[in-house]
């Protein structure tokens, strides 16, 4: 049974870029949340997706933005980078929307902007 | 709104002594909890959780955390640390439902030899 897994590993960006991450979800699973661990703090919800769609969605701007593709894999975007968007973003896959209690994260994708 | 507070941001021990860190929260409804354990330059592994039943839960690692409703506490606990227990501890609720974990800031745990 595969894992989650996420890409990058680490990433540096300019302020102003635009950034796209992207996450795999564990065998099995169709719910993939985002989160945002900015250093020193616990991770922040940014949304959930399920079967294509946004099904949740924490305190973040619209210029974080998300796709979840058939396979249930799925990308985060982040258009207009700001220096406070440094820090470490996890994906979690679930195995369904009722199920976000065995959510399971990957590694981490660390993003850096300058 | 639910909120986890972890009531310290870091807890120093000697290896093979005990240790407990602490968790509240504050939810109106109902939630599931949680503790997840960061290693260094990792991401989240789940150590244990409480849906309902039996207040005090089991986790890996010989980790064990009681949920006490009264206190809306759910602490964490160990009978006797390793060195490789040095990680980033955090506490999470779900409400029932829901879609987001809700974590705390997290406690650093140190062993020293």
Known sequence: ?114 | AQSVTQLDSQVPVFEEAPVELRCNYSSSVSVYLFWYVQYPNQGLQLLLKYLSGSTLVKGINGFEAEFNKSQTSFHLRKPSVHISDTAEYFCAVLVQGAQKLVFGQGTRLTINP
């Open chain 1, 1 to 114: 049974e595969t894992g989650v897994t996420q890409s990058p590993t680490h990433l540096i960006k300019t302020r102003g870029q635009q950034v796209t991450l992207r996450c795999s979800s564990q065998s099995g699973h169709n719910t993939v949340s985002w989160y945002q661990q900015a250093l020193g703090q616990g991770p922040q919800f940014i949304f959930q997706y399920y079967r294509e769609e946004e099904n949740g969605r924490g305190n973040f701007p619209p210029r974080f933005s998300g796709l979840q593709f058939p396979n249930y894999s799925s990308e985060l975007n982040v258009n207009a980078l700001e220096l406070d968007d440094s820090a470490l973003y996890l994906c979690a896959s679930s195995p369904g929307t009722g199920s976000s209690y065995e959510q399971y994260f990957g590694p981490g994708t660390r993003l850096t902007v300058t």
